[in-house]
């Protein structure tokens, strides 16, 4: 008989007992019997020889990613701790026969330290291997090793249920020692009537009658419509207090701090007056607060600070392998604060900008940001090390999940386009018209700086040697996007302010930037620090008529006319502008491939210069001018399914609309191909019927070569007559 028969080879083919597994040499010894029962896969990881890799010449212990082991045992099912913390750490990808893995990561390549500065350390993920980027910094939930023996680098830090006073005081105190005037608050006593809360006597208080120094707390959330924000007689606050008020005052108390500005019981909400005074000084109020508290956790009051009081947060994972203790530490901060009530509130953008100092709080964790440094409550860092040799900021490049740029507001024009980019159509207001008095005190910190930038309504006035060519780059903002515009009553449509999305959440792009496409020529990038403002040359003349009907010529009384502005009583209405116009209609007939395109039809020659420029090719035509009609309005945007406009594909009759464009200016800045070029700025209008003022729809920026003809004209000024255009006045509502 063979030496293998069949008897014995059945034997083998069994699957042998759980406990032989113990014995292999590639399985590590189980646990102690103080730590976790592992399944015999997570057996087979050893995180020793993952935390200990040697630094290499690069001074990282692992590149960017590198993917450490598949873990297939955790896809279905959780055998021990250490499955289900991997797999409630697991990254969901939309596809479902995604295989996981385990990969590690490098602290110094992710959140970019400069070589050497302090020793490197792990991160790990759960990453699946389709459907979803692998940089820890996106897929948000990360892995990481805490101790006491890791305080000199970048390390886990396990949290309790309740938030850790001690830490966010070391950060207040850390920064009151080192910063200085980077991060110091103003002074507040300008404001008129300026109230604040005591809250061991819990009443509002005039801060002029407290004994100086003193500092307070702001509080920036969610108003929400609920809680009573009428005061007693005496002052005092109501028996009932918002989950969060109580909350409030409980950290500031924690904090060290005595006196708490909430808006609903500080400002008068019945004093129209005083209301507005503080509306135009909330710069003053927000960057004279010793710190702003943002609640950026739940959906109105009620819900209060997570960590503080009664107030529950999510539990932080954790899982301890023999000496070793693994926490979850939550990276996509960004996201979560952007994805919050709080984050798509008007009111609350410029809260957070103004301030110095400012401690977040979300249902997982606590982050703060001044304008010198930023800490993580799950993740401890070396302050220090992380600082400039004098202590005085945060090395530049240093990056754990910032919120803000690192200067905060800025300081130059190309900083409030910026500005104006992430609040203009991205926020909610409850009350429409508070578009501007919400971002009022963003407007106001840009006049009061060393350069002063100031505005109309919204749109920047930037430094240049002509004060026309301000206005003109500032008229010249634009939006793309996939959803509906539409006017915004009491606001004039030259402004931003004047329209507003009826769902943010679809896509869409605001921007002041030049570096816009044209027709013939490639993306090409241009400066954006508005040094290029001293090339624009405006071609019209741009008076402005005021709410009483009076009409002031912008070139001379551009201060007086902002001044007006400003104070509200007498706002601009109408915007006259004087120059080369053409006039051109555009209709919803769909094209041959089933989608909504803009067709335009000159009302003159074919050969003239909007003809040529503008409308030389159908398909490029349609992408420049982003317009389609919906209903009553006329909308921005690029090309559309025709499925989702069944009737106006079926139908034989298209809609036309009369437009006019109207010669902004021409700036001379950038080349292509190693040849100058010039960016030429046409707004676009419209007039609907029955009314004698037009609306504005577009700015089109058109690259066009410097030498052309028509540009050497207008710059020398010899142009009298264009072709196919016509110098008229265009009054834009």
């Given at each position: 008989?063979p030496?293998?028969?069949g008897k014995?080879?059945r034997?083998?083919?069994e699957?042998?007992?759980a406990?032989?597994?113990?014995?292999?040499?590639r399985?590590?010894?189980?646990?102690?019997?103080?730590?976790?029962?592992?399944?015999?896969?997570c057996?087979e990881?050893?995180?020793s020889?993952?935390?200990?890799?040697?630094?290499?010449?690069?001074?990282?212990?692992?590149?960017l990613?590198?993917?450490?082991?598949?873990?297939?045992?955790?896809?279905?099912?959780?055998a021990?701790d250490?499955?289900?913390?991997?797999?409630?750490?697991?990254?969901?990808?939309?596809?479902?026969?995604?295989?996981l893995?385990?990969?590690?990561?490098?602290?110094?390549?992710?959140?970019?330290?400069?070589r050497?500065?302090?020793?490197?350390?792990v991160?790990?993920?759960?990453?699946?291997?389709?459907g979803?980027?692998?940089?820890?910094?996106?897929?948000?939930?990360?892995?990481?090793e805490?101790?006491?023996?890791?305080?000199?680098?970048?390390?886990?830090?396990?949290?309790g249920?309740?938030?850790?006073?001690?830490?966010?005081?070391?950060?207040?105190?850390?920064?009151?020692?080192?910063?200085g005037?980077?991060?110091?608050?103003?002074?507040?006593t300008p404001?008129?009537?300026?109230?604040?809360?005591?809250?061991?006597?819990r009443?509002?208080?005039?801060?002029?009658?407290?004994?100086?120094?003193?500092?307070?707390?702001?509080?920036?959330?969610?108003w929400?419509?609920?809680?009573?924000?009428?005061?007693?007689?005496?002052?005092?606050?109501?028996?009932?207090?918002?989950?969060?008020?109580?909350?409030?005052?409980e950290?500031?108390?924690?904090?060290?701090?005595?006196?708490?500005?909430?808006?609903?019981?500080?400002?008068?909400?019945?004093?129209?007056?005083?209301r507005?005074?503080?509306?135009?000084n909330?710069?003053?109020?927000?960057?004279?607060?010793?710190?702003?508290?943002?609640?950026?956790?739940?959906?109105?009051?009620?819900?209060?600070?997570?960590?503080?009081?009664?107030?529950?947060?999510?539990?932080?994972r954790?899982?301890r392998?023999?000496?070793?203790?693994?926490?979850?530490?939550?990276?996509?901060?960004?996201?979560?604060?952007?994805?919050?009530?709080?984050?798509?509130?008007?009111?609350?953008?410029?809260e957070?900008?103004?301030?110095?100092?400012?401690?977040?709080?979300?249902v997982?964790?606590?982050?703060?940001?001044?304008c010198?440094?930023h800490c993580l409550e799950?993740?401890?860092?070396?302050?220090?090390?992380?600082?400039?040799?004098?202590?005085?900021?945060?090395?530049?490049?240093?990056?754990?999940?910032?919120l803000?740029?690192?200067?905060?507001?800025?300081?130059?024009a190309?900083?409030?386009?910026e500005?104006?980019?992430?609040?203009?159509?991205?926020r909610q207001?409850?009350?429409?018209?508070?578009?501007?008095?919400?971002?009022?005190?963003?407007?106001?910190?840009?006049?009061?700086?060393?350069r002063?930038?100031?505005?109309?309504?919204?749109?920047?006035?930037?430094?240049?040697?002509?004060?026309?060519?301000?206005?003109?780059?500032?008229?010249?903002?634009?939006?793309?996007?996939?959803?509906d515009?539409?006017?915004?009553?009491?606001?004039p449509?030259?402004?931003?302010?004047?329209?507003?999305l009826?769902?943010?959440?679809?896509?869409?792009?605001?921007?002041?930037?030049l570096?816009?496409?044209?027709?013939?020529?490639?993306?090409t990038?241009?400066q954006?620090?508005?040094?290029?403002l001293?090339?624009?040359?405006?071609?019209v003349?741009?008076d402005?008529?005021?709410?009483?009907?009076?009409?002031?010529?912008?070139?001379?009384?551009s201060?007086?006319?902002?001044?007006?502005?400003s104070?509200?009583?007498?706002?601009?209405?109408?915007?006259?502008?004087?120059?080369?116009?053409?006039?051109?209609?555009?209709?919803?007939?769909?094209?041959?491939?089933?989608?909504?395109?803009?067709?335009?039809?000159?009302?003159?020659?074919?050969?003239?210069?909007?003809?040529?420029r503008?409308?030389?090719h159908?398909?490029?035509?349609?992408?420049s001018?982003?317009?389609?009609?919906?209903?009553?309005?006329?909308?921005?945007?690029?090309?559309?399914?025709a499925e989702?406009?069944?009737?106006?594909?079926?139908?034989?009759?298209?809609?036309?609309?009369?437009?006019?464009?109207?010669?902004?200016?021409?700036?001379?800045?950038g080349?292509?191909?190693?040849?100058?070029?010039?960016?030429?700025?046409?707004?676009?209008?419209?007039?609907?019927?029955?009314?004698a003022?037009?609306?504005?729809?577009?700015v089109?920026?058109?690259?066009?070569?410097?030498?052309?003809?028509?540009?050497?004209?207008?710059?020398?000024?010899?142009?009298?007559?264009?072709?196919?255009?016509?110098?008229?006045?265009?009054?834009?509502?």
């Open positions: 008989m030496k293998f028969g014995r080879k034997k083998d083919a699957p042998p007992p406990a032989h597994l113990t014995t292999r040499k399985i590590k010894p189980p646990p102690p019997p103080n730590g976790p029962q592992l399944c015999p896969a057996q990881i050893d995180f020889e993952i935390f200990s890799v040697k630094e290499g010449t690069s001074g990282r212990r692992w590149p990613k590198c993917r450490v082991r598949p873990l297939p045992h955790i896809r279905h099912t959780a021990c250490l499955c289900r913390f991997l797999r409630d750490m697991r990254v969901v990808s939309p596809f479902d026969n995604s295989s893995h385990l990969c590690a990561y490098s602290t110094r390549a992710v959140f970019r330290l400069p050497g500065l302090i020793p490197d350390t991160m790990l993920a759960v990453i699946p291997d389709r979803f980027s692998e940089h820890p910094l996106e897929t948000g939930q990360i892995i990481m805490c101790g006491d023996n890791l305080r000199d680098r970048i390390a886990g830090h396990q949290t249920s309740r938030v850790d006073f001690g830490l966010i005081a070391s950060w207040l105190d850390f920064c009151a020692t080192h910063h005037r980077l991060c110091q608050w103003e002074d507040v404001i008129p009537g300026f109230s604040v809360i005591d809250c061991s006597a009443k509002v208080v005039l801060w002029s009658d407290l004994p100086k120094p003193a500092d307070f707390v702001a509080l920036s959330y969610v929400g419509g609920v809680g009573d924000s009428r005061l007693n007689v005496n002052g005092t606050l109501p028996p009932r207090l918002p989950r969060l008020v109580g909350n409030s005052i950290l500031t108390g924690r904090l060290g701090f005595k006196y708490l500005w909430i808006d609903r019981y500080c400002i008068p909400q019945n004093d129209a007056e005083a507005y005074t503080q509306i135009q909330m710069d003053v109020v927000f960057g004279s607060a010793a710190v702003t508290v943002i609640a950026a956790a739940g959906e109105d009051p009620t819900y209060g600070l997570p960590g503080v009081g009664s107030t529950p947060r999510n539990e932080q954790s899982v392998i023999g000496n070793r203790t693994l926490v979850s530490t939550s990276l996509n901060i960004s996201r979560q604060v952007a994805h919050s009530k709080w984050g798509s509130r008007g009111w609350t953008y410029q957070a900008y103004l301030s110095k100092r400012r401690l977040v709080f979300t997982e964790t606590v982050y703060f940001q001044c010198a440094m799950t993740i401890s860092v070396p302050l220090k090390a992380l600082h400039t040799k004098n202590l005085q900021r945060m090395r530049d490049s240093v990056n754990i999940s910032r803000w740029p690192l200067r905060g507001l800025g300081k130059s190309a900083d409030l386009d500005r104006i980019e992430e609040y203009a159509f991205k207001l409850t009350y429409s018209d508070d578009i501007l008095n919400a971002f009022e005190g963003v407007l106001s910190r840009f006049k009061r700086m060393e002063p930038v100031r505005n109309i309504l919204g749109v920047p006035v930037h430094h240049s040697n002509s004060i026309t060519a301000s206005l003109v780059v500032g008229l010249s903002w634009e939006l793309y996007q996939s959803g515009l539409r006017k915004r009553p009491g606001f449509s030259w402004s931003w302010a004047g329209w507003s009826t769902d943010p959440d679809y896509w869409h792009q605001f921007r002041f930037k570096d816009d496409f044209s027709l013939g020529y490639e993306r990038n241009f954006q620090d508005r040094s290029t001293k090339h624009t040359t405006p071609l003349d741009i402005i008529q005021m709410a009483d009907g009076a009409l002031w010529p912008w070139a001379q009384t201060d007086l006319i902002m001044e007006m502005a104070s509200g009583k007498n706002p601009p209405k109408f915007l006259h502008l004087t120059g080369y116009t053409a006039e051109a209609r555009i209709s919803d007939r769909p094209d041959k491939r089933g989608f909504l395109l803009p067709f335009i039809n000159a009302t003159d020659n074919r050969k003239s210069f909007l003809h040529r503008f409308l030389g159908k398909d490029q035509s349609s992408r001018f982003q317009m389609r009609v919906s209903g009553e309005a006329i909308r921005l945007a690029g090309s559309v399914d989702h406009h069944p009737a106006k594909v079926a139908g034989q009759h298209y809609q036309f609309y009369h437009l006019r464009f109207v010669l902004l200016g021409f700036m001379d800045d080349e292509f191909d190693g040849k100058p070029i010039s960016i030429v700025m046409t707004m676009v209008v419209h007039r609907r019927q029955g009314s003022a037009y609306e504005r729809l577009a089109i920026r058109t690259k066009i070569p410097r030498e052309t003809g028509m540009l050497q004209d207008l710059r020398k000024g010899t142009a009298e007559e264009l072709h196919g255009w016509k110098k008229c006045k265009t009054q834009i509502a």
